[in-house]
């Protein structure tokens, strides 16, 4: 099976704790604060890794959880920052957030994405000593972390893909094309799974295409095998419109491909298409492609039995898929910016939270309601605890 989506749940780690200790030494009674910082949460990222090929590896596992950042202690010892998670993924996989929107599209090896973000850690009580307060009796409570669901989604990306019904051809002509060997065979829906080839020109320009199940009338609102795969042709330069031309009434079989596409969406209709007319070792001569459309930017007769017109179908490729252009960099080489589209920012807290010897105190604009009982209780709140909202003084329940 090949796995184009999964779903995730991923829980970066919490702050950890500012440190609330005071200095112990011999014959000092009371020395001064000297709680150390909280560790930082760690992080869940995601990072493209060319050797995926897709993302089975989360059929096991779905939830992930970043390490919390360890308490700051005495002496100043500050805190263990979390262990961070680096989840693994193909390259083409976007990540979509709750509420289906784009948070990331991992297109190039290397690609890597914060999905969830580590809270801070909390400020020891060292640090909160002024002249005028030298025993502070609070430390910062570590931030809390960020918490998402999310949706995987593999799109390959190749340069050209193959588009046509079962039959026609298709992985016949990426053996053809291609060092990639799928499955043929004489009925419909042997391919159950893209695979994904590399062809060479003599001076090494290298480019991929896609072999995607065929598709049939229908397939647009997820009839037969097709319908999931639609996606794979999303980021394809070029699409391989493979027809049988031994059968009858090509104009129409292409249209219907055609119709698919159109109804799918995503840009399909207006993708280029090379017209391939294979099985031409059927007919007594090549046939004519009956139809002018402005998207066909070639028709090819070829034979993936014989060979026939292969060689033209490579070269016409290399010319129709130029290569992308290198990046150039007028000055000092920027660091690569792989990350597409960024979660947002946690909003600014508009309160800070300590820790005291009796319980808690927030300073600032303090939650309400649910939304504090969520935050005292991320912090550890337990019942008895007082908990210092400006003048007010609350026994935690
Ligand atoms: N005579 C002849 N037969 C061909 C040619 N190309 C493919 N075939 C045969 O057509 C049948 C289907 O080929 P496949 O390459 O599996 O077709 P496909 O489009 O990948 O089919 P699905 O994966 O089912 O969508 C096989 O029996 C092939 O041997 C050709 O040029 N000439
Ligand atoms: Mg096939």
Known sequence: MFYDRA????????GGDGGLSFRREKHVPKGGPDGGDGGRGGDVLLIADASLRDL????AKTRFKAGRGEPGRGTRKHGADGA????????????????GELIADLDRPAARVVLARGGQGGRGNARFATPVRQTPRFAEVGEPAEQV??????????????AGLPNAGKSSLLRRLSNAKPKVADYPFTTLAPVLGTLESPDGVQLTVADVPGLIEGASEGIGLGHEFLAHLERARLLLHVIDCSEEDVGARFRTI???LALYGAGLDERPQAVVLNKI?????????????????????VSCATG????????????????APEPVFDEAPELPEFLVYRPQPPARRTYRLYRTD????????????????????????????EVEIGDEVLEWQ
Do not use: H, W
């Open 358 to 385: 009796r319980g808690f105190r927030i300073v600032g604009e303090a939650p309400q309601g649910e939304e504090l009982e969520a935050v005292m209780r991320a912090a550890g709140a337990r019942k008895g605890q």
């Open 7 to 14: 779903r995730i749940e991923v829980q970066a780690g919490r």
């Open 56 to 59: 089975s590896s989360f059929r």
């Open 84 to 99: 961070t998670i680096e989840l693994r993924v193909p390259v083409g996989t976007q990540a979509y957030g709750p509420d």
């Open 258 to 260: 055609d119709n698919e």
């Open 281 to 301: 070792d059927l007919l007594p001569e090549p046939p004519a492609f009956p139809l002018e459309n402005e998207r066909i930017v070639g028709v090819f007769p």
């Open 308 to 323: 026939a017109g292969i060689d033209e179908l490579k070269l016409a490729l290399f010319r129709l898929c130029p290569a």
């Open 149 to 162: 669901e999310v949706e995987l989604r593999l799109k390959l990306l190749a340069d050209a893909a193959m």
